[in-house]
């Protein structure tokens, strides 16, 4: 948001401030309906929608469910041995939260939409070249360990990706950009 929008949405906050003291001479809408109504100011229109887009950003890609399953997809990628796909599980974890540090560390210093831009595009590449390899690979290759180990490198760059960027920007983003009487 730019500055004139932010002047904007001061003026809103303040005047939206001194309206609940006459709030007993017009009917109050509820804040939902107030966010998406006439009423509501362009701006507080336009951070809702970034805030909703950024976190349905989040749950669209379905990294949680893919991180809950993931020992049974290494299963279904070809991995039997119990003992590996354990080490992977860990690798996953120590991948996740390298990433969420190395985030923490350097979304300050990128700023948050070119990491959430990164992170955006390289998930649908990562997502991407996961369709092909199981498009792709033979019927002799798919039920292989070394099938396994490619899917495994795939889904932990993939949860890497999204871990630097859409994990926390998702979070950071709407709890700067919106007010306080909004969230």
Known sequence: LNDKSMNELSR?????HADSENSHKKPSLSAFYYLFSKDSPPPVRLAVMI????????????????TFNYAFYMQAAGIQSRTLISGLVVILGICKFATAMLSARIIDLTGRRPLLLFSSISVVCV?????????FASNSLRGTSTFG?????????LICCFEIGLGPGCWLVPSEILFNKIR
């Open 51 to 66: 805030a909703v887009g950024v976190a349905a950003s989040q749950l669209i890609t379905g990294l949680d469910a893919i």
């Open 127 to 135: 997502i991407l070249s996961i369709s092909l390899a199981f498009g």
């Open 149 to 157: 180990l490619l899917i495994a490198f795939f889904i932990n760059l």
């Open 12 to 16: 809103n906050e303040e005047s939206t």
